[in-house]
């Protein structure tokens, strides 16, 4: 008789029941978190294995005629010569630096790379990234190039990867990464002037995914 009082006495009670439900709620936050680490731990000792690979250049690259090294050279004599008559010399060294910073990205072919995604993270330039390092993925179009960025924690370095996709069905990157990473909406990429210049113009995921 006392058991059956003390029961309805619980579920008349607003204040018991909130309690009894926070419990709960703890309860399954310490076995989500309990499964979260046996598949971490699982996953840890598990043998790495390649699920799918691809190459691309290791940088954006297109080829320039001799109209647009005029026109670029005559940029750089022009901001060189003003730099020189008020006496900025450090923007001098800056310019002519860039000046042949650009030049030699333009003449020299990039180096074709393989990347690979796997059971355990995205590798690129031989550096395995893990799954718990990625924030997001975007693509974005460059120079007619398709390119694939990820996002990394912010207090990694680098905090961000830049890969050409190459010869890598898009489709099947997207597939693949979505398992362990958003896709990105444009207002979460950080895009500034600069950005979007050295990124190019953001895609959407449905010109990849339907």
Avoid: C
């Amino acid at each position: 008789m006392d058991e059956n009082n003390n029961v309805n006495t619980s579920a008349n009670n607003p204040e018991q029941l909130d309690q009894i439900r926070t419990k709960i709620e703890l309860l399954k936050q310490d076995l989500a978190l309990a499964e979260q680490i046996q598949r971490d731990r699982e996953l840890e000792i598990a043998p790495l294995q390649s699920i799918y690979t691809w190459e691309a250049p290791n940088r954006v690259y297109s080829e320039k005629n001799a109209n647009w090294y005029g026109i670029v050279s005559l940029v750089f004599i022009i901001g060189i010569a003003v730099a020189v008559v008020t006496q900025e010399y450090l923007l001098v060294i800056a310019l002519i630096s860039l000046m042949i910073l650009l030049y030699i990205s333009n003449t020299i072919p990039p180096k074709i790379i393989e990347h690979e995604i796997t059971n355990k993270g995205l590798r690129t330039n031989n550096t395995l990234y893990t799954w718990d390092r990625l924030r997001g993925f975007w693509f974005s179009r460059r120079n007619k190039q398709l390119l694939l960025i990820v996002d990394l924690n912010p207090k990694d370095n680098p905090n961000r990867l830049l890969m050409l996709v190459g010869t890598g069905n898009p489709s099947e990157l997207a597939k693949y990464l979505l398992k362990h990473a958003p896709y990105l909406q444009k207002g979460e990429t950080g895009e500034d002037i600069i950005s979007a210049f050295t990124l190019g113009d953001y895609a959407r995921l449905d010109e990849f995914i339907g």
